[in-house]
């Protein structure tokens, strides 16, 4: 981990991610330009596609203010294996929720303009209080500018600590009032703020952090794609492992941590004696620095 943060300049990021809960890698430190356009190009076709095929479905998605969120993309183009296999992404989901991490879901988004807030929440779906160290974690490829007019989404600094999700007057922001925790103990929450971003930087944080989006006022669309990350042990969002085409498996045997991080050989559930054995590969610790940056 340290080799890699090194090598690739996010010795900073991960610091911001203990801090703070969330960070923003600019585009120079994610990608190529070239490739960046490209997988903002595909995430639209997949948008695209998604919209001519379920029209009602995407607009209700999209009617919580997260955006119209396709959230299983990956096998739509391969660029998409691309993203999810950069190691600065890597780097970032193996630092917050361990080495062997897994994908639990990966979404192309769209958020037009008009579209609605979405109230403060955060991503970790377990009893409270949430463990310490991060169990699920988000790193998003910001592909058009964040800011508070773009619709970005809203971050509330050091809220990871809280290990708990919002409620009441917090999920709207409001942390004085007696009807919420916070204000109930006069706690001292930092208030929300809308992250600022270049098309192309990677926005990522931890499950447990806190964190919204504001309406988009500006004309256009917030193009995104998000990738949720869970450790081993835990149910993943989406089936990968029953879905992987073949051709995918083939441009990635020589990196094994392709079929690790979609559970291709899970840690449990063995159904043979020989299922034992492939589960201890799941939780090995593969290089980071063996796949280019893209």
Known sequence: MAEAAKALD???HLFELEANGFTVVPPEKVASSVF???LE???RETHRRQMAANPALMKAIGAGGAGEINSYALWDDPIY???????VAQTLARFMTGHACRLSLFGAAVKPAASAALGLHCDTAMTEPYPPAPQFCN??????DYSAENGSTTFVPGS???????????VEGDFTSTRGVAGMYAAQIAAPTPVTARAGSLIAWTGATWHGAVPRTAPGERVSILMYFCRWYLKTQS??????????????KDHPRFSQVLDVDPVWGFTDDLSAMKGMAGREVFPILDVPRP
């Open 239 to 252: 089936n990968f492992r029953d879905r992987i085409p073949a051709e995918s498996m083939a441009r990635w």
């Open 41 to 43: 190009q595909a995430a």
């Open 81 to 87: 294996e691309r993203a999810l296999m950069n190691p």
């Open 36 to 38: 960046l356009k490209e």
């Open 10 to 12: 996010l010795q900073q």
């Open 160 to 170: 990871h600590r809280l290990l708990r999700q919002p409620v009441g007057p917090e």
């Open 139 to 144: 790193v998003t490829y910001a592909l058009s």
